[in-house]
């Protein structure tokens, strides 16, 4: 079976400082992880995947995030927080399992104080 | 372009009567998804289809019903059955990663849309 915890249901920062959203997965075989974006009442948007390779990995808007298999960790940050950044964010596995499934956290809202 | 749609956007019922989502996609994917979204509970997946004429229950497919006629159109019947069916509910649809470790690549969401029983 596969999981994802998303520590955190709310995380503020100020406009500038660094946005860290934290995600811990647990997977019986290697993952893949994503990491995407919603905006009130809309779909979600990929911002970033890890399939396989480098571990350190840029998406779009400026956020990127590093998988560290000894943690089981897939964070997402970002230099500097911007007030379009205000949204939710969600983690995910894929891993194979006899089906295709993908297994989503809970989420994080992100606010953005200026 | 290519994309997934949903409609309608609001979509309001009352007790007792079935309500059909519309999901269409033109991305050539093979595999289509339906999930729920309530606060505080991120997503859940109804049903899935990797192939026309195929599907799979998720984890809370209790009260709904799904088609797969088309490999474009992955209609969702909320019936009468599901006690609670207010909530915001999501398409998406990917394509399959085989070659022994078979796994769902990107999924690509359509806009929502937003049930509300009256």
């Known amino acids: 079976a596969q999981s994802v915890t998303q520590l955190g249901s709310h995380v503020s920062v100020s406009e500038g400082a660094l946005v860290l959203l934290r995600c811990n997965y647990s997977s019986s075989v290697p993952p893949y992880l994503f990491w995407y974006v919603q905006y009130p009442n809309q779909g979600l948007q990929l911002l970033l995947k890890?399939?396989?390779?480098?571990?350190l990995v840029k998406g779009i808007n400026g956020f990127e995030a590093e998988f560290k298999k000894s943690e089981t960790s897939f964070h997402l940050t970002k230099p500097s927080a911007h007030m379009s950044d205000a949204a939710e964010y969600f983690c995910a596995v894929s891993a194979s399992g006899g089906y295709q499934k993908v297994t989503f956290g809970t989420g994080t809202k992100l606010q953005v104080i200026p | 372009d290519g994309g997934i749609t949903q409609s309608p956007k609001y979509l309001f019922r009352k007790e007792g009567q079935n309500v059909t989502l519309s999901c269409e996609q033109n991305?050539?994917?093979?595999?289509m998804y339906w999930y729920r979204q309530d606060p505080g509970q991120g997503l859940r997946l109804i049903y899935y289809s990797q192939i026309v004429n195929d599907f799979q229950k998720g984890d809370i497919a209790e009260g709904y019903s799904v088609s797969r006629e088309k490999k474009e159109s992955f209609p969702l019947t909320v019936t009468s059955a599901q006690k609670n069916p207010t909530a915001f509910y999501l398409c998406a649809s990917s394509i399959l990663v085989g070659g022994g470790a078979d796994r769902a690549d990107t999924q690509y969401f359509g806009p929502g849309t937003r049930l509300t029983v009256l």
């Open positions: 890890y399939t396989t390779g480098a571990t």
């Open positions: 991305l050539n994917h093979d595999a």
